[in-house]
């Protein structure tokens, strides 16, 4: 059997890039893992593939719905990393019966993981002209053209053949609610409005949000769809109009996104207005942070300081409030509150080492505390991390202007400057 997984991985995911069959052609009685599936694993590594495909022959049985056996071992292949033996398995089982539906459908499958979204194409207008193999029921030739269906829709909506997109993803949908399967049509339905926003149609991308939310409640409401979608699109000024029309028609669900939305974007100005007197039924600690940040943001460190000490009243073991407020302190004029920033941030440091942001502040107040021969070391256990943020690519850009490296920390202000994401050391870049 296709596993139902695999449409819900074409509503969503789109562009995996996994080389593996995985859930396409695994039944039941070969499931990873099992007995048969163990068995049969063993021979592919002893390379006894004839062993393994009468393993596998053994566990599908007399089911007529069963896939075919080579199909089976190419997935078992892939799944035990040897996609060079599952390919090659495929492309032989191709030459001989490339006729059938079930061998194209696996390479149309194959494609859309790995992203070839043209190949892709290809293989399903070859699916949809293939015949069913004979053996398999009414249901199950059903349950195959519902799949194929979702990845034709994906396919277009990748390939942005916005046009087609809508009107699969609204069959889809419709196929969906006839077999009362409420995942997949709510996938399809968002999709119809991704490609109608993408089209510009926005009335009726706002309908189709609309209508998704009055079946499924935990869908965002239109506007904060679309604002969402405009942010993707790197869209800010879009993406604000429609925050704002959100807040207006929904604003108990939009006032959080919104506040973080306007965080990421250093816009920290109408935070506290947006969630003044705002209690979420969930995430009340995150808008109480969120206030926090803008006011940092905002440079009111009085405040900050205030607030964070006051969340960590009822969080004592916040790593990202006790961050923030060593942030603050070291910021202060006072040394006692400098040294008390230095020894939240060892704490931190010692509770979350596989955090590169606790090295970066740890190596940060250091630097700020002419340690520089600490800063260095944490620093660089900061960026040893992997991708740095705006603020520790600004910490790593002093270091070494305190080192004398004038072309390093001239790289690292310009990455500190054009980064996404919050960025509270603006005003200490050099001009």
């Not at 994906?154 to 006839?178: G, I, P």
């Not at 939310?213 to 904060?224: M, R, V």
């Not at 029309?245 to 929904?250: F, N």
């Not at 991390?385 to 202007?401: I, K, M, N």
Request: proline share 4%.
């Amino acid at each position: 059997m296709l596993a139902k997984t695999l449409i819900l991985m074409t509503c969503l995911v789109f562009a995996t890039r996994s080389a593996a069959l995985a859930d396409i052609v695994v039944t039941s009685s070969l499931k990873a893992g099992s007995e048969p599936w163990v068995r049969a694993s063993k021979l592919v590594d002893a390379r006894d593939l004839t062993g393994a495909r009468r393993e596998i022959k053994n566990a599908l049985g007399s089911d007529p719905d069963k896939p075919h056996l080579e199909l089976v071992l190419a997935d078992l292949c892939f799944q035990k990393g040897n996609a060079a033996l599952g390919l090659s398995i495929l492309e032989e089982v191709s030459a001989v019966e490339g006729e059938r539906f079930d061998i194209r459908f696996a390479f149309c499958v194959l494609a859309m993981k790995q992203g070839r979204w043209f190949d892709c194409w290809t293989h399903i207008q070859l699916c949809e002209k293939a015949p069913m193999p004979e053996s398999w029921s009414e249901k199950r030739h059903d349950q195959v053209r519902f799949e194929l269906m979702g990845i034709k829709a994906s396919c277009c909506e990748a390939r942005k053949d916005w046009t087609q997109a809508v009107e699969l993803f609204r069959e889809l949908a419709e196929s969906a609610k006839k077999r009362n399967d409420s995942t997949i049509r709510r996938n399809a339905l968002f999709g119809s409005a991704r490609a109608l926003f993408h089209l510009q149609q926005l009335k009726q991308c706002r309908d189709m949000f609309g209508q998704l939310k009055e079946e499924d409640s935990t869908s965002n409401p239109a506007e904060l769809a679309i604002a969402k979608l405009y942010d993707a699109e790197g869209k800010l000024d879009e993406a604000e109009l429609w925050f704002r029309k959100a807040l207006k028609s929904s604003p108990d669900e939009t006032k959080l996104p919104f506040a973080r939305w306007l965080i990421w974007n250093n816009r920290p100005e109408s935070v506290a207005t947006i969630l003044q007197d705002f209690v979420p039924p969930v995430g009340q600690g995150e808008a109480k942070y969120i206030r926090v940040l803008a006011l940092r943001m905002q440079g009111d460190l009085d405040a900050a300081q205030d607030a964070l000490q006051e969340l960590l009243k009822n969080q004592p073991g916040a790593n990202a409030v006790s961050n923030q407020l060593a942030l603050v302190l070291i910021e202060r004029k006072s040394d006692t509150l400098r040294q008390r920033a230095l020894q939240i941030a060892k704490t931190i440091a010692e509770r979350d080492p596989q955090n590169p942001e606790s090295w970066s502040t740890l190596g940060w107040i250091q630097l700020e505390l002419g340690k520089i021969e600490s800063a260095k070391i944490n620093l660089a256990k900061a960026a040893a991390g992997g991708r740095l943020s705006r603020d520790a690519a600004f910490f790593q850009g002093e270091l070494h202007r305190a080192l004398g490296d004038k072309e390093k920390a001239t790289s690292f202000y310009e990455l500190a400057k054009n980064a996404k994401g919050p960025f509270f050391y603006f005003d200490r870049l050099p001009q």
